[in-house]
């Protein structure tokens, strides 16, 4: 089965372009996580998704950054102008919905790691 | 506020064993998950504990107590493959995840 899908693996770019990132989630899966990670501050949650409606983006940094799932296989993550403090690994993560004592592991893409110059 | 604490690094020896601890403290609690992330790669998915105990996968075992905010990896009869960090994440009420920053586990020959 394929696994969540991120394009594209690596971008470098200069500063006050737009970057986009890209996100095929696993079929079947109902929520979808766009997360950051870099050595000072780890792995942060930036939005995720339920059925594709954002339920939470206060991970979101500033206004600069954007995110959009307009379908159940399909998301954006846009920052927009990009600033060298954006350089980090992008990961978007999808997993099944569970409550109660079913609980159902996060799946994460490979990633995207995001230079800007 | 909610953290999760974890040791920065350890060094462990090929064929030893190790244990990789946590501790949280989070708004409710729906479990305990640990994942591995080797350098340059995504994390992947080792366990989840939400009762209390061990849970045995192999060479991986994962211990909760929910009344310490406890948790520790077990990893027996290290390999060279294992070197990686480590992360351990709680589920709070609102069923979010709470990341640790992660254990970063050299394996030495």
């Known amino acids: 089965d394929a696994g969540v899908i991120q394009s594209p693996r690596h971008e470098v770019t200069e500063m006050g372009q737009e970057v986009t990132l890209r996100c095929k989630p696993i079929s079947g899966h109902d929520y979808l996580f766009w997360y950051r990670q870099t050595m000072m501050r780890g792995l942060e949650l930036l939005i995720y998704f339920n059925n594709n409606v954002p339920i939470d983006d206060s991970g979101m940094p500033e206004d600069r950054f954007s995110a959009k799932m307009p379908n159940a296989s399909f998301s954006t993550l846009k920052i927009q102008p990009s600033e060298p403090r954006d350089s980090a690994v992008y990961f978007c993560?999808?997993?099944?919905?569970?409550?109660?004592?079913?609980?159902?592991?996060?799946?994460f893409g490979d990633g995207t790691r995001l230079s800007i110059l | 506020g909610q953290n999760i604490d974890q040791p920065t690094e350890m060094t462990a020896t090929e064929g030893a064993i190790v244990q990789i601890n946590c501790t949280y403290q989070?708004?409710?609690?729906?479990?305990l998950f640990w994942y591995q992330q080797h350098a340059g790669e995504a994390p992947t998915f080792l366990s989840y504990n939400v009762l209390d105990g061990l849970e045995e996968k192999g060479r991986f075992s994962s211990f909760l107590s929910r009344s310490k905010g406890y948790s520790y990896l077990l990893l027996k009869e290290l390999q060279m493959k294992d070197s990686a960090s480590y992360l351990c994440a709680a589920l709070d009420s609102n069923y979010q995840l709470i990341w640790g920053a992660g254990t970063k586990l050299i394996i030495k020959p």
């Open positions: 993560a999808s997993s099944l919905g569970g409550t109660g004592q079913v609980i159902q592991p996060q799946h």
């Open positions: 989070t708004s409710g609690f729906n479990g």
